[in-house]
Structures are given as C-alpha cells and as structure tokens.
C-alpha cells in the first residue's frame, strides 16, 4: 500500500477480496494492551471500558466532557483525557503511547451532513493514529449487501471502515446488524413497536431478513480484537447466526414478553420517512436517529462469512441465540441493571451559567421552597428517583401532552424513561431531561432537551431545616428571541399548577417514605421507594 512501510496487507471490505490465511487454531494472546477508546460516553463504549480493565489492560479514554462520567463505577481507573476528535494535535497526544485505539463514535444524531463529517473526523484520526504509531484501530461497522444503494447511515458506516482499512495502520472492522441489550436503541426501537401496537401495518422492509447480535457478543469480540495477531487488517462479519425477518423478531420479543402474537401487515411500499416518524413518535427515539435507523433496516442485514470463529473463539457457551438476548435485556431492566443506554451518549451543551453570569442576558424563574416534616435523606430519595415510572409528582395528564407535543416536533418527549428507577448520574437521561449536576444528598439540576424556543433548566434540592427539611425547586429559562419570550409567557399559567404540587407532592412521598422505614420488620410493608 503507498505510503505504508510495513509488508503489504489485503485489505478487503468483502468477503469475496478476502485472501488471508487463517491461523491453524485460534490464536489469542493474552497481555496487557494499552488502549484508547473513544465513544466511553456512549452505548458501547461504556460498557466496554469496564471489560477492557477486566481484562487487565490499561485504559484511557477520550472524552468531550469528562462530567458525563463523572459517577460511572470506572472512573478512577481510567486516565481520562479531555479533547474533541476533530483536533488534530489533541487526538495525537491522547494516541501517545497507546498501543490499540477503539474508535467508537458515529455523528448520526446530529442532523443533515453527518456523512461528510464522519468521514472527516474519520481520516483525521487515522492519520493521528498512524503518526503516533498506533498497532491497531478498532471499529464497529454494521452489516450490508453487497453492489447495492445504501442508506445514508449505513454508506456513512461502511466510508469510515474503509478509511481505517486504507489508513496504514492495521485495522479491525467488526460489522454487526442490530445490536440487542438493554438500553440499545434498536431493542428500544422493538420493545415499544411491539408493546404498543398488537396489529401493525407496516412497510414492506419488515420482511427483510436480519441476524441481530448481543451486547454481550459484541462486547466479547471487541474485548478480542486487542489482542489479535499482528499483520490482521480487515472486516469481520459478526452475528448471532440466528437469521429472522423483522416482523418475526417483533413477534418473538412479544413471546417472551408474555404479548400474544403481534398482527404484522407488510405493505408493499418502503415508506421510510413515513416509518421514520411513525417510530419517532411511538417509542423513545427521535426524528434525528429514527429516520437513518429505518433507512438501514431497507436491505438484509445478514453475516455473509464466518471467518471470526477462525481467531476468535466463541463466548463461553456460545453465542446469544436472539430470544435469549431479548430475555436477557429485559431481566436487566427489570432488575434495574441497566448500564448503559443509547440516550445517555447525548450531545455537548453549555452548562447552566452561575448566576452572576446572568447579567445581561433575559432569564425566566420560577421560584419554589416547600418546608417537609420528612428527613432530608427521605426528600432527597424520591427527588432522585423522579421522572421515568416513577413521574413527576403533579398532574400526570399535563406531562404526557406535554411529552406528545415536543414528540411531534421531533423531540425526546417522555419515552426515554430512565436507566435506573432509584440513582442517577451525571449525563443520564431522565424523559426530556439530562442530569446536569449532581450533588448526591442536596441539588439535582436538569437540563432540558426538549423542543424549545430557549435554554431550560430544573433544580431540585434539600437541605436540614429543624426536624425537617427543606425542599426547593427552581425552574430556568433563557428565552431565544421574541418567539422564547411569548413561550414562556405562554406556559407560565400552567406552571401556576404543577410547580407548587409538584413541591407538596415530593414532600408527601418523603413522608410516606419514612413512614414506611418506620414500621418494623415483618410487618409485610415494602420499603420500596415510591
């Protein structure tokens, strides 16, 4: 390959260019790596941290905002290192003396133009990583046909993982199809299809033939691929060999959710936009990600070589049959063991100014203080579990149209729920809102990610006040333009009702609390936080 002074490698994005020969048994070395991985905010990328440190390698991280994971269990693990992707220089020093880079980012939530600018940040980072002298780059493509048009995401998919083929720098292109694991997008996307509509007319792409994958499965070939012999530069295929049409695997995630059959009607039209908005108003994904997702859903997603199995061994037990990684995600989630979701990747957004910075800009506040006979300790309890199942304490009906209308434009609404029904942490999605700031026992800020003519934000907080405690609760808002203004003036009468009940509400449920901590054991009482 010109400008690559190591021996000349196939590098083959199909199966059919594929010519290198396979090691007689599976070869993986165990030791130590230094690695870099980028994405840790996101859905597999924080997952895979933790499983890189398990399996004894140094890891660092490379983050926009290091307060995403301020609370996660890894954190001081990790050297965390704080740039953007698209700096040259600053990339290059994070690849200093890192030995595998794991390139886990995609820019598919960010609107019009993320094709171009996947390519870019692409080709900045391998030429980083080639200059610091990096041995591998690791990616996470998806799974295509051969010789026909593809989505936009997925064309976007395949570029980037050619780019690493053709870098210089040795590369693994893992393509999987739709990942399944609680929290994943593509399981959202599923779950809330089939838990919402029993007879579904559908367009004619849901019988289109997919192997999905595990989280678990994907996170082990990751963990793998560290590892792999040298002079390996080339895609594999990935999946859990289980091959369903779509309308299938909606049916089968009914099954095991204890639904009866769903009544899927192919249509014989495509109609992606069509079924782009549908599935950004019925389940917790919006308009920016439904529409490439249903994009790539146009054409079968299905492994067209096994070669992995011929350098990686299988998990134990082998791979995650589909309705088992259905019942594996929703025994996480039921049992609140969740640890990441594709919501909580998120976009950077300014922080919410002091309020000495407020000078010169127009702010809205909506001011609350509730004084309880509960303990600060019981207040604080159901102000970090609010939102999800657990809501918002005045009146429901208001919030969910509320959640409807920002839906319809195209925003979160309610659906995202949360990832934990009872903690939280910095960067996790709580409905429309993100956990800005977390000050465990007294302050969480909310900023708002709904659809608005502004910046909003909610703080809720607790402190001592006699036997008591006392409870407060702001609501902020900077207004853009006239069209901020009028909104504010326009919701404000509601505010009149929720705020003030929302505050009797929280106090009500820490009273209930402590009353139940109260009773003694045996009594048969849950001690469940409402």
Not at 321 to 328: D, G, K, N, Q
Not at 460 to 489: C, H, M, N, T
Request: glycine share 10%; with cysteine; charged share 25%.
């Amino acid at each position: 390959m010109p400008g690559n002074s190591k021996e000349c490698r196939v590098i083959p994005a199909y199966p059919s260019l594929q010519t290198q020969e396979f090691p007689l048994q599976p070869s993986v070395p165990s030791h130590s790596r230094t690695v870099l991985v980028t994405g840790a905010t996101g859905y597999i990328g924080g997952r895979l941290v933790p499983r890189l440190l398990e399996a004894g390698h140094r890891v660092k991280v490379l983050v926009r905002s290091p307060q995403k994971i301020k609370d996660v269990p890894w954190h001081d693990q990790v050297e965390i290192v704080q740039d953007s992707l698209d700096d040259a220089a600053g990339v290059e020093e994070a690849l200093a003396g890192v030995e595998v880079l794991y390139y886990l980012v995609h820019s598919m939530a960010s609107g019009s133009g993320f094709e171009a600018k996947e390519e870019a940040m692409a080709r900045l980072v391998a030429e980083a990583a080639k200059a610091a002298g990096v041995d591998r780059i690791v990616y996470l493509g998806g799974l295509h046909p051969d010789n026909e048009l593809l989505s936009t995401h997925m064309r976007s998919r395949e570029k980037v993982g050619r780019v690493f083929l053709e870098s210089g720098v040795d590369s693994i292109v893992f393509q999987a199809g739709v990942v399944i694991g609680s929290g994943s997008a593509s399981f959202e996307m599923i779950r809330h299809l089939a838990d919402t509509l029993p007879v579904m007319p559908a367009p004619n792409w849901v019988t289109n033939r997919i192997e999905a994958i595990a989280v678990r499965d994907v996170l082990h070939y990751l963990v793998a691929a560290a590892t792999l012999p040298d002079k390996l530069n080339r895609t594999f295929d990935i999946g859990s060999r289980d091959v369903l049409k779509y309308k299938d695997m909606m049916n089968e995630y009914a099954l095991e959710r204890g639904l009866p059959r769903r009544l899927v009607i192919a249509l014989p039209v495509p109609a992606p936009k069509l079924a782009g908005l549908w599935v950004a108003l019925v389940t917790p994904i919006p308009l920016s990600m439904s529409f490439p997702l249903v994009q790539s859903l146009q054409h079968d997603a299905v492994s067209r070589e096994h070669d992995v199995d011929h350098y990686i061994p299988q998990p134990d037990g082998g791979l995650t049959p589909y309705r088992r990684a259905v019942a594996l995600a929703l025994g996480k989630e039921r049992d609140g063991q969740v640890e990441t979701t594709w919501a909580n990747a998120g976009i950077d957004a300014d922080p919410l100014p002091s309020d000495p910075d407020w000078a010169g800009y127009k702010v809205y506040l909506d001011e609350r203080s509730f004084h309880s006979e509960a303990k600060p300790e019981h207040v604080w309890t159901i102000i970090e579990g609010i939102g999800g199942k657990n809501g918002w304490y005045s009146l429901p009906l208001a919030w969910r149209v509320r959640g409807w209308l920002d839906k319809l434009q195209g925003g979160a609404g309610l659906l995202r729920g949360r990832r934990h029904p009872k903690t939280l942490g910095s960067g996790e999605v709580v409905d429309w809102w993100r956990v800005e700031a977390i000050e465990r026992g007294h302050l969480l800020r909310l900023r708002a990610e709904m659809r608005a003519p502004g910046r909003a934000w909610l703080e809720l907080a607790v402190e001592p006040d006699g036997g008591g405690s006392l409870y407060k609760q702001r609501a902020i808002f900077f207004p853009r333009g006239l069209a901020g203004r009028l909104y504010w003036l326009g919701v404000y009468p509601f505010h009149g009702f929720i705020f003030p009940s929302m505050a009797r509400n929280i106090s009500a449920a820490a009273i209930a609390l402590q009353e139940e901590e109260a009773v003694e054991p045996g009594s048969g009482v849950s001690t469940d936080t409402p």
